[in-house]
């Protein structure tokens, strides 16, 4: 038995795919039909995303899926969040939306927070503080542009209204621009007034897991695609990843690692109390009616940074085979520091950061990626002991998803230093969640519960153990060097 066709169209801050899947005899299989290319570029003054070129992929994509021979497909789309485009009375796009790593809101958290309380903005949305928030993009937007804006769409949801015509508000995203009201479940009018935009400039909010419409036939016929229905996902990447996360252990959390590092537990209550507020953690909205409590962590984008810098001579691979062959713990680097977020050189931040704070500095390529892998690992350890504490029960076990879940010497750190068990793997957890989310709406499979099932059984998922006392006492150390970090920071 083998089911209908299905698309995930699932495109990160560096790249871009479109993977095809079918249920063959409740097996999930993948292949990939189309890689592309993503980044931001600098233009009219602002680091922006080519959102034509990405939509042109697409299409791209869906064309070489016609010629192997599919006829009908099922798709979806995810992209990170935050980040959206304005559209005119006429429905076209004013310009190139600006990526949330530009330097536009930098220091946007405190000019809005002067008359509107942090903890007033946290009680109603329960999202983290991150500067590159939709309220403060918006906060900072053009305003000559605004007014002339007829709808505000995120990313996602405009490709999704490009190619079929049809505009919606995916709230697993929306939930991303920190204005949407965690008890009325729509935005909130006091937050959208600060930022001088209006309930009627964001398209209709709908839950993950809704049909939008077929891909709109001048594009079909022009670009030779197969009839191609469009559903709402859960249009957020990271909301993907955790439906794609297979739940192993009792009390699991799940660690989607790409670009971004989160790292979190699937909740059925927000949690958004006092300490929630002070260690940062977010409520995010999931599919089927789910908060992501999770943590927002520098992640892979020091590696992709650092690779890049080096001329791209060494793959992933190669440097963590490299990284391998040095020692852990030679520095102590606080891998969430402002700093790295959208440094003009990663390697010479983390070398000067290194000896600012007196200490060894890594240099070639291995001491450099090791430095950064080992001090990922301590950050993960470290969010766990803070996940327990709030969420008040112990993590039994990480499920670790994404394409960080292939550096296994992280996966083996993570375990030793937290002490608990980690799952790695699928690393395209994305965009298995992207299709579980099609699969469940067209009815191929019931529930989440049974598509974490099928995910479990589908994907070689590797178990690393902690090694006992290997590195005695080092979590304390960073822990310690974390809170002065903090306060250094304050
Ligand atoms: C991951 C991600 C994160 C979000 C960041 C910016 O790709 O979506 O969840 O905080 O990108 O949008």
Not at 474 to 483: A, D, P, S, T
Request: hydrophobic share 40%; with cysteine; net charge negative.
């Amino acid at each position: 038995f083998m089911t209908r066709t299905y698309v995930a169209v699932d495109i990160g801050a560096s790249s871009g795919r479109l993977m095809l899947a079918n249920l063959v005899d409740s097996k999930l299989v993948m292949k990939e039909a189309h890689r592309f290319k993503n980044g931001f570029i600098h233009d009219k003054g602002h680091d922006r995303w080519n959102v034509d070129g990405l939509i042109k992929e697409i299409l791209i994509g869906l064309s070489k899926i016609k010629k192997a021979g599919y006829q009908n497909v099922v798709l979806g789309i995810d992209t990170w969040a935050v980040d959206y485009v304005l559209v005119d009375e006429q429905g076209e796009k004013i310009q190139d939306p600006i990526s949330y790593r530009d330097t536009r809101t930098q220091g946007s958290i405190e000019r809005l927070t002067t008359d509107l309380s942090k903890e007033y903005i946290y009680q109603k949305t329960g999202i983290q503080f991150l500067d590159f928030n939709t309220l403060y993009q918006l906060f900072e937007e053009d305003k000559d542009l605004l007014a002339k804006t007829a709808r505000i769409m995120m990313i996602p949801d405009y490709i999704g209204y490009a190619l079929t015509g049809k505009a919606v508000t995916e709230v697993t995203n929306a939930s991303t621009t920190q204005m949407l009201s965690l008890r009325e479940g729509l935005f909130d009018d006091h937050l959208l007034e600060k930022v001088n935009v209006k309930q009627s400039q964001f398209p209709k909010l709908v839950e993950a897991g809704t049909i939008l419409g077929e891909v709109k036939s001048e594009l079909s016929e022009k670009y030779d695609l197969p009839k191609t229905e469009v559903i709402t996902v859960a249009t957020h990447d990271t909301a993907s990843a955790v439906i794609g996360a297979p739940g192993i252990g009792q009390k699991w959390a799940y660690l989607s690692s790409g670009t971004w590092s989160l790292i979190g537990a699937e909740l059925n209550i927000p949690e958004n109390g006092e300490v929630a507020f002070k260690q940062n953690y977010t409520n995010e909205w999931g599919a089927y009616g789910t908060y992501r409590f999770l943590k927002n962590i520098m992640g892979l984008w020091l590696i992709q940074n650092i690779k890049q810098e080096l001329g791209d001579q060494y793959s992933f691979a190669e440097l963590a085979k490299l990284a391998e062959e040095e020692p852990p713990f030679q520095q102590l680097i606080d891998v969430n520091d402002e700093r790295f977020q959208n440094p003009s050189n990663m390697i010479e931040e983390i070398k000067k950061y290194c000896q600012e704070t007196k200490q060894k500095v890594p240099q070639t390529p291995g001491e450099l990626s090791m430095a950064v892998y080992s001090n990922l690992s301590l950050y993960y350890a470290n969010e766990l002991s803070i996940l327990d504490h709030i969420l008040g029960y112990h993590i039994d076990s990480l499920n670790i998803v994404g394409g960080g879940s292939n550096v296994e010497l992280m996966n083996q750190l993570t375990a030793t230093i937290s002490g608990v068990n980690v799952y790695a793997g699928p690393s395209e957890a994305t965009a298995i969640g992207n299709i579980m989310v099609q699969m469940i709406t067209k009815g191929d499979i019931l529930n989440v519960y049974l598509a974490r099932r099928i995910i479990a059984n589908s994907f070689n998922i590797k178990e690393f153990r902690p090694e006992n006392d290997k590195y005695p006492e080092i979590l304390q150390v960073y822990q310690r060097f974390l809170k002065s970090s903090f306060e250094r920071r304050k």
